[in-house]
């Protein structure tokens, strides 16, 4: 049969039949329109959430922590932390970290552990210092970066700034205030008041139950993210204050320089997508 042939008998049985040939064609049509439709609302959906998960790094951000568990945390997860038992971070496991491919930054990170509380000039808050040691901060909601890799400077949470009752246009009303810092008890890193090289048990004893005060300035406050609860101050002045200062059978005051002894408490890379 030729295709004419075809035409006429499809003609033919559309006109023995009118209304059901009327029917399918009206369900074909609707089929397409709802196959369409379904179509256009699945893309618009996908570049909806692309585009909103594009606006944040989280998803491009990896943290490398040492391999030592050392217990459970209530989420479920293992807790990691550095210690002498672990594979250490150290200098080198961040050049290897760095030169992944897509990888674009990473940076270290050390818990400051020994800084227990903080407060903010002008505000009678006392928080607990979540504090951690880097090389650099990006991302502000206000001010910049640290001057330099020991400054007593520090970079605060957008968390701590919404508990002061700051927002994103009032946030840099926060550059350039003190913070004071409490430390632990007995705390021997830097600005600790040591008790002398002989010192009596009740000396060393009034030492071990008090705490140091340090201060630092606010140069920035980081903009809302997965990590805006931590107070970020430079690295070389948190291995200072994580050195431990002790001093020696001969009476010479010596100092344990921790971030060296157990390395890095985790990497921060990002990928570049």
Same mark, same amino acid.
């Given at each position: 049969?030729?295709?004419?042939?075809?035409?006429?008998?499809?003609?033919?049985?559309?006109?023995?039949?009118?209304?059901?040939?009327?029917?399918?064609?009206?369900?074909?049509?609707?089929?397409?329109?709802?196959?369409?439709?379904?179509?256009?609302?699945?893309?618009?959906?996908r570049?909806?959430?692309?585009?909103?998960?594009?606006?944040?790094?989280?998803?491009?951000?990896?943290?490398?922590?040492p391999?030592?568990?050392?217990?459970?945390?209530?989420?479920?997860?293992?807790?990691q932390?550095?210690?002498?038992?672990?594979?250490?971070?150290?200098?080198?496991?961040?050049?290897?970290?760095?030169?992944i491919?897509?990888?674009?930054?990473?940076?270290?990170?050390?818990?400051?552990?020994?800084?227990k509380? /903080? *407060? =903010?000039? %002008?505000?009678e808050?006392?928080? #607990?210092?979540?504090? $951690?040691?880097?090389?650099?901060?990006?991302?502000?909601?206000?001010?910049?970066?640290?001057?330099?890799a020991?400054?007593?400077?520090?970079?605060?949470?957008?968390?701590?700034?919404?508990?002061?009752g700051?927002?994103?246009?009032?946030?840099?009303?926060?550059?350039?205030?003190?913070?004071?810092?409490?430390?632990?008890?007995?705390?021997?890193?830097?600005?600790?008041?040591?008790?002398?090289?002989?010192?009596?048990?009740?000396?060393?004893?009034?030492f071990?139950?008090?705490?140091?005060t340090?201060? /630092? *300035? =606010?140069? %920035?406050?980081?903009?809302?993210? #997965?990590?805006?609860? $931590?107070?970020?101050?430079?690295?070389?002045?948190a291995?200072?204050?994580?050195?431990?200062?002790?001093?020696?059978?001969?009476?010479?005051?010596e100092?344990?320089?921790?971030?060296?002894?157990?390395?890095y408490?985790?990497?921060?890379a990002?990928?570049?997508?």
């Amino acid at each position: 049969m030729r295709a004419l042939d075809y035409a006429r008998l499809a003609g033919k049985d559309i006109r023995r039949q009118p209304v059901r040939s009327l029917l399918t064609v009206v369900a074909l049509a609707i089929s397409t329109v709802i196959l369409v439709t379904l179509l256009a609302i699945s893309f618009g959906a996908r570049q909806s959430i692309v585009s909103g998960l594009g606006l944040s790094s989280s998803l491009n951000t990896i943290v490398v922590t040492p391999n030592q568990s050392i217990n459970t945390s209530f989420a479920g997860g293992s807790v990691q932390i550095a210690n002498e038992s672990a594979n250490k971070i150290d200098a080198t496991a961040l050049e290897h970290v760095t030169a992944i491919p897509h990888v674009v930054s990473a940076k270290p990170l050390v818990s400051v552990w020994e800084l227990k509380q /903080a *407060t =903010i000039e %002008g505000h009678e808050t006392s928080f #607990v210092a979540q504090t $951690q040691g880097t090389t650099s901060a990006s991302k502000f909601a206000a001010g910049t970066s640290f001057s330099a890799a020991d400054a007593h400077e520090i970079v605060l949470g957008w968390s701590y700034a919404k508990q002061l009752g700051y927002t994103e246009t009032t946030a840099s009303q926060l550059i350039g205030r003190s913070v004071t810092f409490t430390t632990q008890n007995g705390y021997r890193g830097d600005g600790a008041n040591l008790p002398a090289a002989r010192s009596s048990k009740a000396q060393l004893e009034a030492f071990a139950a008090q705490s140091t005060t340090l201060t /630092a *300035t =606010i140069v %920035g406050v980081s903009e809302k993210g #997965v990590q805006d609860n $931590q107070i970020l101050l430079p690295i070389e002045w948190a291995r200072k204050i994580k050195t431990i200062n002790a001093y020696n059978s001969q009476g010479i005051l010596e100092g344990t320089d921790q971030i060296e002894k157990l390395g890095y408490s985790a990497i921060v890379a990002e990928a570049d997508t």
